[in-house]
């Protein structure tokens, strides 16, 4: 009677096998029968060297260079601008672990210009950065722009979320979806393949952008113009209580945890394809409506102001005022330091409480 032997479940999950000096795992929820004969060895490496294929199977663009991909690189000429500045909000190397540092890879000006250009920032276990562009991005036909990450190879992927915003208060969140399984946890240099995500930065490996298309955004009232657009890491984590979701509620498994100097999504740059109408400023704002004094920590109406409201960088509304006349001035010393957006209607202006 001729034998039969298993590779089983608990081996083919999260198991890794060296063949031919790279690295091979078979798909989950598989059961394998092997005829055991003299050849069932050489059976078996066939079957690892083509279980790739089937672990990284997805319905959406492949990797750079396949047919099928939406991978732009990052020298095409479809691209007409670049962010030309930038605010941080790096976060910790790993985000259960207190004491391990925020990222120090890069600075402000690293995502700024065309990419390849300034070097790269990490932002670590959720961490964010806020680009400015002017002219701004706008919805125009296909693609509008593309984020660029320093992915290495088409397989070793750290994800993240991209918004996009009119006034850097409002953002718009691109509808994202992960395919990847969420039964065991991508190691720190484990893979993640691009057939497998939709509408997350990081998709595509150096030098090419994972491109996004703003009439996917269905929010009511979208805007037609967009001065700043959002990136967040993606906590790779599959534990819930960690974890990044994609906007069908799946949690999102890419490389975790990272615990590094680089940790979490490495921004390069981000390229505009379609562009609007340069409005005379190289920063955020539209026009100053108050005078900030930052010895005493007061601010002055240019002019008469409704419904003026004090926003913290996280989106909070810390204070509201219906009406501030010109020349009045308001205390501000009992708000701590950081970033606020001073806005009335559709004018905003930023400030910065040392």
């Not at 199977?57 to 007409?80: E, L, M, R, W, Y």
């Not at 660029?148 to 208060?169: K, M, P, Q, R, T």
């Amino acid at each position: 009677m001729k034998l039969l032997i298993k590779l089983k479940r608990s081996l083919d999950r999260g198991t890794w096998y060296r063949v031919a000096g790279r690295g091979y795992r078979l798909p989950p929820s598989t059961l394998y029968l092997v005829p055991k004969t003299k050849y069932h060895k050489t059976f078996i490496l066939l079957l690892l060297l083509t279980s790739r294929s089937l672990w990284s199977q997805g319905n959406f663009p492949p990797a750079a260079g396949k047919p099928g991909s939406t991978a732009i690189h990052g020298d095409s000429s479809c691209f007409v601008g670049w962010a030309i500045s930038s605010q941080t909000n790096v976060a910790l190397r790993q985000i259960n672990v207190p004491d391990s540092g925020k990222t120090t890879i890069g600075n402000e000006n690293s995502a700024t210009g065309k990419s390849r250009k300034n070097g790269v920032i990490s932002l670590g276990d959720g961490g964010s950065i806020t680009l400015f562009f002017n002219p701004p991005i706008i919805n125009g036909t296909g693609f509008d722009f593309a984020v660029f990450e320093n992915a290495f190879n088409d397989s070793f992927l750290e994800l993240a979320h991209v918004e996009i915003s009119e006034n850097g208060i409002d953002f718009y969140r691109f509808p994202s979806e992960s395919q990847t399984q969420t039964d065991s946890q991508t190691a720190p240099f484990g893979p993640t393949f691009s057939e497998q995500i939709h509408n997350l930065a990081g998709k595509y490996r150096m030098p090419y952008g994972t491109p996004f298309d703003i009439d996917e955004i269905t929010a009511a009232n979208l805007p037609n113009q967009f001065y700043f657009l959002r990136i967040i890491d993606v906590i790779g984590s599959i534990n819930p209580a960690l974890g990044s979701r994609d906007s069908k509620g799946n949690i999102i498994n890419d490389p975790w945890p990272t615990n590094f100097a680089s940790s979490g999504f490495d921004l390069d740059a981000v390229g505009v394809i379609n562009q609007g109408i340069f409005n005379g400023l190289t920063s955020p704002e539209t026009e100053k409506i108050v005078f900030y004094n930052p010895q005493n920590k007061e601010l002055t109406g240019f002019r008469n102001l409704e419904n003026l409201q004090i926003i913290a960088s996280n989106g909070t509304v810390i204070m509201e005022i219906s009406r501030m006349n010109q020349g009045q001035i308001l205390d501000l010393s009992h708000l701590p330091v950081g970033i606020y957006i001073v806005r009335t209607q559709r004018t905003f202006q930023r400030i910065s409480i040392e």
